[in-house]
């Protein structure tokens, strides 16, 4: 069973700084890592997705990948209230299927 | 782009009653569809996936059941409820290539 593991939380971050979310995966073979945000009550929104190692920026918001240690991470800069939710990572598992984890709760204390 | 509808968005039934989720969608052909379940406070749970008309895989043996019977159209389908059928209910799509999925608004189902 390919695992994703991230730490549930919560993460409490004070506005303006940066927040780190941290994910490691299992399987070797994977190609693709997301993140995905979910407020309360509502469905995940993906918001990042990366395919190389390396860096990928998209605004406030940074992936980074390390095949190597089969770890991704997401750096969220000038952190903001809006941004307090469960993010979550999903990596994939073969051409159909993408395996996530459990979530990390981050919120931003203003 | 593409569109994820599903309804209903809330939905209480009691124990051993049936049940009929319906997820459809626009903007796109022959895609991958999910159906995945979120408990209270937990992670999302595939149970099923589809990537074809009449094509389903099952991930967790319960007494849940899906149906593709159009192209645009996923059912969650259950005979007899029970209590710990309670979740969230995701539709969610697959594109090819960049194995990214997009989620539907959900369907938040209690069981009592």
């Known amino acids: 069973q390919k695992e994703v593991e991230q730490n549930s939380g919560p993460l409490s971050v004070p506005e303006g700084a940066i927040a780190s979310l941290n994910c490691t995966y299992s399987?070797?073979?994977?190609?693709?890592f997301f993140w995905y945000r979910q407020y309360s009550g509502k469905s995940p929104e993906l918001i990042m997705f990366i395919y190389s190692n390396g860096d990928k920026e998209d605004g406030r918001f940074t992936a980074q990948l390390n095949k190597a240690s089969q770890y991704v991470s997401l750096l969220i800069r000038d952190s903001q209230p809006s941004d307090s939710a469960t993010y979550l990572c999903?990596?994939?598992?073969?051409?159909?299927?993408?395996?996530f984890g459990q979530g990390t709760r981050l919120t931003i204390n203003p | 782009s593409q569109t994820i509808h599903q309804w209903p968005a809330t939905l209480v039934q009691p124990v051993g009653s049936p049940l009929s989720l319906e997820c459809t969608v626009e903007?796109?052909?022959?895609?991958?569809l999910y159906w995945y379940r979120q408990a209270a406070g937990r992670g999302l749970q595939l149970l099923f996936y589809?990537?074809?008309?009449?094509?389903i895989s099952s991930e967790v043996p319960q007494n849940l059941s899906a149906s593709r019977p159009q192209d645009r159209q996923f059912i969650l389908s259950s005979k007899k409820l029970l209590l710990s059928d309670s979740g969230f209910y995701l539709c969610?799509?697959?594109?090819?290539?960049?194995?990214?999925?997009?989620f539907g608004p959900g369907t938040r189902l209690t069981v009592l």
């Open positions: 589809s990537v074809g008309i009449g094509q």
């Open positions: 999903a990596v994939n598992e073969g051409a159909q299927k993408l395996v």
């Open positions: 903007g796109t052909s022959n895609p991958n």
């Open positions: 399987d070797r073979g994977s190609q693709s």
């Open positions: 969610a799509l697959g594109l090819a290539g960049p194995f990214e999925q997009f």
